[in-house]
């Protein structure tokens, strides 16, 4: 079985492309992403998708608005729809042609991020050049960039703090650990920039943004 990601924006005249080219059958799966809220111009688009996929291979496909005015959690959301439809594939093709840039850039940050996931599939992550001219795959920064790996512990404490900051001793006393043990996980994170102690004043740890990605 495939997954196919496809960014959407105004125009599905990409995607029409690629659904032409690539093999399809009735167990794939196609996942669009758009922006929140929904423009009747994206609507349209997926109206004209679904009737081409109608008279070739019927296919349902799924739409998702994401909401990108927060950054981190617009990636957050991306992430979750990946680990969705990715789970069972064998390969998943991401094509990153249509929609906003910032909707790009987070799914391509989400993709980077659920590696956990996707490092067993069959992989390829491509963005169309203008005017249809080609297309370009990008290269597996992963294989050379890792993102940080966390243990279970360090990522309880980061759902903590997510929304409230607390101190070690309410870290300690929530997940019945010792202070000692919440310290030394605390200064690992921040040694990662991953957290933002403040010990002269409340004594709480505080999240950092690019933490929440993690979470």
Known sequence: MHT???????DEKFILRWLTKLPLTEKDQIVLLTAHPLNPKVQEAKRSIDLFLLKSTPIQTTLYPIKLE?????VKQIKQIIAKH?????????ILSGGMRALILATYT????SQKILKEKQKQII?????????IQLPDITKVIKPVQLTKEKIEILQLIENQPLTAKQISDILNKDTSTIYRHI??????????PDYKKTRKIKITQEAKLLT
């Open 4 to 10: 196919l990601f496809f960014t959407l924006g105004f």
């Open 86 to 94: 990715a789970q069972q594939a064998k390969q998943v093709k991401f």
């Open 127 to 135: 963005v169309d050049l203008e005017n249809l001219e080609g297309y």
């Open 110 to 113: 989400a993709i980077i991020l």
């Open 70 to 74: 927060d950054f981190t959690q617009a």
């Open 187 to 196: 200064m690992h994170l921040q040694d990662l920039q991953l957290v933002n």
